[in-house]
């Protein structure tokens, strides 16, 4: 058994210039952390020797704990192991890379998030950096994966690791390193890193909700944002430009400016959705579900899937989204919590568990239902990916939107019973409409199921 200190280590999060992330548990309670420790790069101790990165590292920690707000992540502790300092942090194993589907290739096409999603996360990366601003912090490296998701689905900003103080130059930084990330850094940040302010995590958290609206970067475009995404309008196009200038002078001032602007686009975005269910009619003959003519058998018998294999055991592309949504689901209310699919045969648990929770003991949770007679039925299961998938809307605007919701809406990731390894389980984002993965001690919903084997 690896320990760090007191904790436990379960993995290994990432690595970066200055320092290691590990998954750790804190022994009795059970508690899980990302435990960050100095661990520098041979390149960057050549560069800067090991004091210095000492002392930038016990800063990264200050600062955060000096922090207190919904969209910073919070530290929750700090001591030295190994003759190391490390600290450790809330643990969310999401972020806003993993919903756009952001990987190794970080220059490829992503997904594009429905502009309500991408209004709200851009609301809380521009509150969360208003704060780190206030307090005279410049975060210098702001990016997706660097903006977790908790349980809740709220963002934190997370890696303060490159911030730097108003007016602060650091001693010894030698000008040939580079501080940030390609294709994220502003302009100036690339030219002169010690000389930026807040304006530059401005442009970061504008090309940050760029790739939300267009799956792309900036320069990556042959036309304008609005044309990428079939539900933004113009104004992103204005937006987005004045956020993505090259000069700072161009862009808004200040975090609270910016939020201000998107909070515009946000009163457009509620008018237009407002104006489609008006003219939605309840009574418009529904049409026939185009994958339900028995060309798609939906497998419910769980399997091993390796992320290589997900688009064809999963039938969906690379991103691992559906190829194909229902035309209508015709679904009814069968009793208490549960409805029911007739065209698939599936009765599903509508509210899903009270609480995100482990893949096993999402088990445990089926289990119980089964033992209640939950709703009257004592065969209750985890559902594979492709019956989650059959349950989904199109993630764009659509008629769902102008109706009560079939599911409880505010439990937005569900476990499937599909294995990713014997470590890893795949899970259906229910709302934004993909699948991804998780090790076993990540924490989902369960939407349970019922029906046809």
């Known amino acids: 058994m690896r320990t760090f200190g007191k904790y436990i280590i379960r993995g290994l999060l990432g690595r970066g210039g200055m320092s290691i992330v590990y998954k750790a548990l804190l022994p009795v309670v059970g508690k899980v952390v990302a435990l960050k420790a100095m661990s520098p790069h041979p390149t960057l101790l050549e560069l800067l020797g090991e004091e210095p990165i000492r002392k930038r590292f016990t800063a990264e920690a200050a600062v955060m704990g000096s922090m207190r707000h919904p969209h ?119 030219t002169d890193a010690e000389a930026v302010d807040f304006r530059a995590d401005l442009y970061s958290a504008g090309v940050v909700i760029h790739r939300m609206i267009t799956g792309r970067f ?23 430009s004045r956020a993505l200038s090259r000069e ?40 026939e579900p185009g994958f339900r003519d028995g060309s798609w058998r939906l497998r419910s018998f769980p399997v091993k899937v390796a992320p290589g294999k997900a688009p064809e055991v999963f039938a969906c592309d690379s991103l691992w989204r559906p190829c194909r949504f229902p035309d209508s689901q015709p679904f009814e209310q069968k009793a208490s919590g549960a409805i029911h699919d007739k065209v698939t045969g599936l009765t599903w648990q509508s509210s899903g568990s009270t609480d995100p929770m482990t893949w096993h003991e999402a088990g445990a949770t089926v289990r119980r239902l089964n033992s209640e007679c939950f709703a009257g039925i004592e065969t209750w299961r985890l559902p594979t990916v492709d019956e989650l998938f059959s349950s989904l809307d ?32 795949w899970y259906v984002d229910v709302e934004l409409g993909f699948a991804g993965w998780g090790d076993v001690s990540s924490r989902f919903f369960v939407r349970a199921a019922s029906g046809p084997r």
């Open 248 to 287: 700072p002078g161009g862009r808004f001032s200040g975090a609270e400016e910016m939020l201000g602007a998107l909070d515009g686009l946000a009163g457009a975005w509620k008018d237009k959705t407002d104006r489609f269910c008006e003219q939605f009619r309840i009574g418009d003959e529904p049409h």
């Open 218 to 240: 900036p320069e990556d475009l042959s036309g304008s944002p609005s044309h990428l995404h079939p539900d933004a309008e113009p104004a992103w196009d204005a937006f987005l």
């Open 394 to 425: 199109p993630p764009l605007l659509n008629a769902s939107r102008c109706t009560e919701p079939r599911f409880d809406r505010t439990k937005t990731c569900v476990w499937s019973c599909d294995r990713r390894s014997y470590v890893s389980a």
């Open 72 to 190: 910073v992540v919070e530290i929750l502790d700090f001591d030295f192991a190994k003759g190391r300092p490390f600290f450790t942090m809330e643990y969310h194993p999401r972020s806003v890379g993993e919903l756009l589907g952001e990987g190794l290739r970080t220059e490829a096409e992503c997904r594009i998030l429905p502009v309500d999603h991408a209004i709200r996360y851009g609301r809380e990366l521009l509150m969360g950096l208003g704060r780190l601003h206030r307090a005279g912090l410049v975060h210098r490296d702001i990016k997706p994966h660097n903006l977790l998701i908790d349980d809740s689905g709220r963002l934190k900003i997370s890696d303060l690791g490159l911030s730097k103080l108003r007016g602060e130059i650091s001693e010894g930084m030698p000008p040939q390193l580079v501080v940030g990330s390609p294709f994220y850094a502003a302009p100036e940040q690339v």
